[in-house]
């Protein structure tokens, strides 16, 4: 078990406890100091009074050890005893004497202390200490011995025993209630983040005796906070509910598979030899999660995001490899693997925060550059447009794809004025080409960052004022999982955007779950359908049908739609025989700079002949 700081509703409950146990014991002490006026022996009466408060404050020192703490509350128990057998002494010269209800005050504080399994020592210690002092006081001084009084005192003490250990056994319940709470899931019942900590500190700890490697793996479904918006809460948890026996099925070599909040799990893999069998592993959840839930009724496709994290390359510690790993989950949204690796020079939060400061200063000092990858219509075979990819030209890394630095633009402000640069840039640009002849668009993608921006349309007017491009030019690329995030919220910015005249665009359609409510409600012009299906189209007949129903789809719903990760004439040929608009990929060209790009369009045959060989033309 974890040694973990308790919940906070047990240690409110454990101080609660404290203090009426301490409020008993001064009631203890002043029944003892008040027999006293009954009795007559003040001074003897009043010392054990004292005596009983005295202890009282000893209980109430803290040691930092546990162990120490255990013994104060022994020694302090153990003196209640000492101080109540030498009070059965005083009263048992008093025939009206309360002392079994003092007794069993002090058996039921004493056993709350220093343990249940003690109640009935203390009771029997009680017990003979009664009986010898009432003896004592019939022998040698006289008093009169009442034996229906003695066995009434011994009864009560030993009636005690009992409540003290349901007493005992009901905290012992709640405790541990409050235990599981507080390591489990209560949702999934899959272990918690203190939990997952302890394990992956303890793999650890054996990985670098016996000079082995471990691996943890971030799951993060991407589109759980649609899921909620679109079906509600209740769905949501349901959802998660049928995810962890699919993670757990699918990770059957995990030592431990955990939720660490939200849409986020763990999962930790011992002795990993390498790379590969956390990439073997990623591979089968992915595959898992594949497979649509069902969930009131309504089938849901899951997007995950692997962060794969690997000791001790990312880290030494438990809390340094789940951040490395939750990086990588971020930098897995951009991958079409599904997944990524930690990057093994960043250095959790702090390379984070670094990275972000020196993309603030790139933007400053126009360190970035946009690639530009061109869209053919496979009617006419002829250019029509450009997809703007940016790239960053990092000082000391050198040329950097979206994926190492887009996540944090993402997770900070500094999405909108990398936004900003990009759509000047393209803009700009394109109306270069206009200028030239060509009747290019030009193709940007937006974030979840950007889409939620008020002023991203006044934004938009203003860069297009600036640049004299007109708003027919730009098409603006949306993923299917942003749209769903916040519908609403993104149907009232896109509809200012489209009646400015711009072009609306579902980026990688296919991946996630788009409502054709919204999709119709939106009236976008084009959908692009995501590369995995296009890829697989030469040897997957699933993904032929898939591509199929999407371009039928843009029929019904009026819209055109865009192949992308188009490899090879065979291909084209396929997406040209079902009715495809457009093509983009490898087959038509690789992403180039502007420069190159205004000397492939002087020379590329797509700009007079049409489709050419299986190469491609680059």
Same mark, same amino acid.
């Given at each position: 078990?974890?040694?973990?700081?308790?919940?906070?509703?047990?240690?409110?409950?454990?101080?609660?406890?404290?203090?009426?146990?301490?409020?008993?014991?001064?009631?203890?002490?002043?029944?003892?100091?008040?027999?006293?006026?009954?009795?007559?022996?003040?001074?003897?009466?009043?010392?054990?009074?004292?005596?009983?408060?005295?202890?009282?404050?000893?209980?109430?020192?803290?040691?930092?050890?546990?162990?120490?703490?255990?013994?104060?509350?022994?020694?302090?128990?153990?003196?209640?005893?000492?101080?109540?057998?030498?009070?059965?002494?005083?009263?048992?010269?008093?025939?009206?004497?309360?002392?079994?209800?003092?007794?069993?005050?002090?058996?039921?504080?004493?056993?709350?202390?220093?343990?249940?399994?003690?109640?009935?020592?203390?009771?029997?210690?009680?017990?003979?200490?009664?009986?010898?002092?009432?003896?004592?006081?019939?022998?040698?001084?006289?008093?009169?011995?009442?034996?229906?009084?003695?066995?009434?005192?011994?009864?009560?003490?030993?009636?005690?025993?009992?409540?003290?250990?349901?007493?005992?056994?009901?905290?012992?319940?709640?405790?541990?209630?409050?235990?599981?709470?507080?390591?489990?899931?209560?949702?999934?019942?899959?272990?918690?983040?203190?939990?997952?900590?302890?394990?992956?500190?303890?793999?650890?700890?054996?990985?670098?005796?016996?000079?082995?490697?471990?691996?943890?793996?971030?799951?993060?479904?991407?589109?759980?906070?649609?899921?909620?918006?679109?079906?509600?809460?209740?769905?949501?948890? /349901?959802?998660?509910?049928?995810?962890?026996?699919?993670?757990?099925?699918? /990770?059957?070599?995990?030592?431990?598979?955990?939720?660490?909040?939200?849409?986020?799990?763990?999962?930790?893999?011992?002795?990993?030899?390498?790379?590969?069998?956390?990439?073997?592993?990623?591979?089968?959840?992915?595959?898992?999660?594949?497979?649509?839930?069902?969930?009131?009724?309504?089938?849901?496709?899951?997007?995950?995001?692997?962060?794969?994290?690997?000791?001790?390359?990312?880290?030494?510690?438990?809390?340094?490899?789940?951040?490395?790993?939750?990086?990588?989950?971020?930098?897995?949204?951009?991958?079409?693997?599904?997944?990524?690796?930690?990057?093994?020079?960043?250095?959790?939060?702090?390379?984070?925060?670094?990275?972000?400061?020196?993309?603030?200063?790139?933007?400053?000092?126009?360190?970035?550059?946009?690639?530009?990858?061109?869209?053919?219509?496979?009617?006419?075979?002829?250019?029509?447009?450009?997809?703007?990819?940016?790239?960053?030209?990092?000082?000391?890394?050198?040329?950097?794809?979206?994926?190492?630095?887009?996540?944090?633009?993402?997770?900070?402000?500094?999405?909108?004025?990398?936004?900003?640069?990009?759509?000047?840039?393209?803009?700009?640009?394109?109306?270069?080409?206009?200028?030239?002849?060509?009747?290019?668009?030009?193709?940007?993608?937006?974030?979840?960052?950007?889409?939620?921006?008020?002023?991203?349309?006044?934004?938009?007017?203003?860069?297009?004022?600036?640049?004299?491009?007109?708003?027919?030019?730009?098409?603006?690329?949306?993923?299917?999982?942003?749209?769903?995030?916040?519908?609403?919220?993104?149907?009232?910015?896109?509809?200012?955007?489209?009646?400015?005249?711009?072009?609306?665009?579902?980026?990688?359609?296919?991946?996630?779950?788009?409502?054709?409510?919204?999709?119709?409600?939106?009236?976008?012009?084009?959908?692009?359908?995501?590369?995995?299906?296009?890829?697989?189209?030469?040897?997957?007949?699933?993904?032929?049908?898939?591509?199929?129903?999407?371009?039928?789809?843009?029929?019904?719903?009026?819209?055109?739609?865009?192949?992308?990760?188009?490899?090879?004439?065979?291909?084209?040929?396929?997406?040209?025989?079902?009715?495809?608009?457009?093509?983009?990929?490898?087959?038509?060209?690789?992403?180039?700079?502007?420069?190159? /790009?205004?000397?492939?369009?002087?020379?590329?045959?797509?700009?007079?002949?049409?489709?050419?060989?299986?190469?491609?033309?680059?």
């Amino acid at each position: 078990m974890v040694d973990l700081k308790p919940p906070d509703a047990l240690l409110i409950g454990q101080r609660r406890l404290e203090r009426a146990v301490g409020w008993v014991r001064v009631a203890a002490a002043t029944v003892l100091i008040v027999g006293s006026l009954i009795t007559a022996i003040d001074a003897v009466s009043v010392l054990l009074g004292t005596a009983l408060i005295a202890n009282t404050v000893v209980a109430a020192v803290r040691p930092r050890a546990a162990a120490g703490r255990q013994r104060v509350r022994q020694v302090s128990a153990a003196a209640d005893i000492g101080v109540v057998c030498l009070a059965m002494l005083v009263f048992s010269l008093d025939p009206l004497s309360a002392l079994p209800a003092v007794g069993a005050l002090v058996i039921v504080t004493s056993s709350l202390r220093a343990g249940a399994s003690h109640a009935l020592s203390y009771a029997a210690a009680l017990s003979i200490a009664e009986l010898a002092s009432t003896l004592f006081g019939a022998r040698v001084v006289g008093a009169p011995l009442d034996p229906y009084r003695l066995v009434a005192d011994l009864a009560v003490y030993q009636l005690t025993v009992p409540l003290v250990r349901w007493v005992d056994g009901e905290f012992r319940v709640l405790g541990t209630q409050l235990e599981y709470r507080a390591l489990y899931d209560t949702l999934t019942g899959l272990p918690g983040l203190e939990l997952l900590l302890d394990a992956t500190e303890r793999t650890i700890a054996a990985a670098q005796r016996h000079a082995s490697k471990l691996a943890i793996l971030v799951i993060e479904l991407r589109n759980f906070a649609a899921v909620n918006t679109a079906f509600g809460y209740e769905t949501g948890d /349901l959802l998660l509910q049928q995810v962890a026996p699919r993670l757990l099925d699918s /990770l059957p070599e995990a030592r431990m598979v955990g939720r660490l909040g939200g849409a986020k799990f763990a999962a930790l893999l011992p002795e990993a030899p390498d790379a590969a069998r956390a990439v073997v592993a990623a591979q089968r959840v992915l595959r898992a999660l594949q497979r649509p839930v069902t969930v009131a009724q309504h089938a849901l496709d899951i997007e995950a995001s692997i962060g794969i994290a690997l000791h001790p390359q990312n880290g030494t510690r438990a809390d340094v490899l789940l951040r490395h790993g939750e990086h990588a989950a971020l930098a897995a949204r951009g991958s079409g693997d599904g997944y990524a690796f930690a990057s093994e020079t960043e250095p959790g939060d702090a390379g984070r925060l670094e990275l972000a400061a020196e993309l603030r200063a790139a933007i400053d000092r126009d360190e970035l550059l946009l690639h530009y990858q061109p869209m053919v219509s496979m009617k006419t075979a002829r250019v029509v447009g450009a997809e703007a990819l940016v790239r960053w030209s990092h000082p000391r890394r050198g040329l950097l794809a979206p994926d190492a630095f887009i996540h944090v633009a993402e997770g900070t402000t500094l999405i909108k004025p990398l936004t900003h640069w990009v759509l000047n840039t393209a803009l700009r640009d394109c109306r270069a080409w206009r200028e030239a002849g060509h009747d290019l668009g030009v193709a940007v993608n937006v974030s979840m960052g950007n889409l939620m921006d008020p002023q991203l349309p006044a934004t938009l007017r203003g860069l297009l004022d600036a640049s004299g491009a007109e708003a027919s030019w730009v098409a603006l690329e949306i993923t299917e999982s942003v749209l769903m995030a916040r519908p609403e919220r993104a149907m009232e910015i896109l509809s200012q955007l489209r009646r400015m005249g711009v072009r609306l665009v579902i980026d990688d359609f296919g991946t996630g779950y788009s409502s054709l409510a919204y999709l119709h409600r939106l009236a976008v012009d084009e959908v692009k359908i995501d590369k995995s299906f296009v890829l697989g189209m030469g040897t997957d007949v699933s993904s032929v049908a898939i591509v199929r129903a999407a371009i039928e789809l843009g029929r019904t719903l009026d819209f055109e739609t865009c192949a992308e990760g188009v490899e090879d004439r065979a291909t084209w040929e396929v997406l040209a025989s079902i009715g495809c608009d457009e093509a983009q990929g490898y087959y038509v060209a690789t992403p180039m700079t502007k420069t190159e /790009l205004d000397r492939w369009l002087k020379d590329s045959p797509w700009m007079t002949q049409g489709p050419v060989g299986d190469t491609g033309v680059t």
